[in-house]
Structure formats: C-alpha cells, structure tokens
C-alpha cells in the first residue's frame, strides 16, 4: 500500500488549502480513510475521517473550516482546508481510520503565515 500526500505549501491565515491523498494499494470505497498531521516534537493527530460511506467526524480544532471528500473512482482523498490558522501548521497525512502503521508516507508540509 502506498499513500502519496500532496497539496500543501505556504498559505497566509485565512487562506485556502486543497490536499491531496492518492492511494494504490488499497481500495477506498472498502476502507475508512482519515487526515491525520503532526507538529515536530508533539505527537500525531487525528484531523478528519469517514466513519461510514458518507458520514465524517472532524477533529473539534478543524470543525467548521475542514471538509474530507474522497474520489473512490480515483482512488483519491481529500481535505479542503478554509480559513487556516497559524496553529494548523503541520506535516498532513492520508491513512487507514485506525491508522494502519505500515501506510504512513511522506507526508505534504503545510505552513500557514501571519
């Protein structure tokens, strides 16, 4: 299983973010799927996820400007970031919810400014 991030970069707060989540591996309408990232030196978190075909629980920090969707016929997540804060900066990924440890990839950087 592979899980390919991508997306993020250097966005101002209050600014947008698409990212990106391609999957090969795994088939996603089989698989809850969810956003997870991680600051340097804290532990990971969870973001957002499917927990059914349609419904979704998000993270109480994130609710209200984040919304997970997912392309099954692309085999591709995503996670439309609105409003971004400061304290959203992050490395983001795409895994299994739960997470599956052997999934984590690389991850996408994204760093929200003042």
């Known amino acids: 299983v592979q899980l390919q991030a991508s997306g993020g970069g250097l966005v101002q707060a209050g600014g947008s973010l698409r990212l990106s989540c391609l999957a090969s591996?795994?088939?996603?309408?089989?698989?809850?799927m969810g956003w997870y990232r991680q600051v340097p030196g804290k532990q990971r978190e969870l973001v957002a996820h499917?927990?059914?075909?349609?419904?979704?629980m998000y993270a109480d920090s994130v609710k209200g400007r984040f919304t997970i969707s997912r392309d099954s016929a692309k085999n591709t997540l995503y996670l439309q970031m609105n409003s971004l804060k400061l304290e959203d900066t992050a490395v983001y990924y795409c895994n299994k919810w739960p997470p599956v440890a052997s999934y984590w990839g690389q991850g996408t950087l994204v760093t929200v400014s003042s």
């Open positions: 591996g795994i088939i996603f309408r089989a698989n809850l």
């Open positions: 499917f927990i059914s075909g349609s419904s979704t």
